[in-house]
């Protein structure tokens, strides 16, 4: 069953602009993972947040953790259009599951 | 990481066939594989947990005696769709999780199998 709900479904942005993308989820957990897939392709791991962090940084990605609120999200800086692909969160721990991802296109 | 390959990278065959999906860790000896299945615009979903040497754990939902599952080593993984129907075409994804049952953490993905079944 699914785990996450990403918000939003859809984002459209420029090249330049910051993208946001928020997930949720419902069980707790040992982390928390962001994913990024290219059409049709298999997913490539971005980053991990393990459940006693708030924030992690890597290059132009910022996620943050707020498990209270249960949620995560997932920044990226300085948009490009090679950004352009589905972003997807997945909760580790006893078992691995995908949120329903955010389509993201990066306009140049 | 896990390099993963999978093979076929596109399979087309009539209803009623068999059709096997291979997945092979390169370079990482892996006792847990996971499948999974995604349809068009939609997420991942977790079919079985693939375990060496011992049976797959199958998520709730999915017909175990139509999607076979061998692990029969450290570094391939098997996924069979029995006699597949049009409404199984769709992607087929196979990654290799670090981290142990119980606390898993980050997967590395094999490129996946787009399954067409006319």
């Known amino acids: 069953s699914q785990q996450g709900e990403e918000d939003p479904q859809a984002l459209s942005i420029q090249e330049g602009e910051n993208a946001t993308m928020n997930c949720s989820y419902k069980?707790?957990?040992?982390?928390l993972q962001w994913y990024r897939q290219n059409s049709g392709r298999g997913l490539v791991h971005l980053i991990l947040?393990?459940?006693?962090?708030r924030e992690k940084h890597s290059g132009r990605l910022r996620v943050t953790l707020d498990t209270s609120k249960k949620s995560s999200s997932l920044l990226i800086t300085a948009s490009r259009a090679a950004d352009t692909a589905s972003y997807f969160c997945a909760t580790g721990g006893e078992n691995m599951r995908f949120g329903a991802g955010t389509r993201l296109t990066v306009k140049p | 990481g896990a390099v993963v390959s999978q093979h076929p990278s596109r399979v087309i065959c009539k209803s009623g066939t068999s059709v096997k999906i291979e997945c092979r860790s390169l370079?990482?000896?892996?006792?847990?594989m996971f499948w999974y299945r995604q349809f068009p615009k939609q997420s991942l979903m977790l079919m079985a947990t693939s375990n060496e040497g011992s049976k797959a754990t199958y998520e709730q939902g999915v017909e175990k005696d139509k999607f076979l599952i061998n692990h029969a080593s450290l570094t391939l993984s098997t996924l069979t769709v029995t006699s597949a129907h049009p409404e199984d075409s769709s992607f087929y994804i196979c990654?290799?999780?670090?981290?142990?049952?119980?606390?898993?953490?980050?997967?590395?993905f094999g490129p996946g199998t787009r399954l067409t079944v006319l």
């Open positions: 947040i393990r459940s006693n962090e």
């Open positions: 370079d990482f000896q892996a006792t847990t």
């Open positions: 069980t707790s957990i040992n982390n």
């Open positions: 990654s290799i999780p670090t981290g142990s049952a119980g606390g898993y953490n980050e997967q590395f």
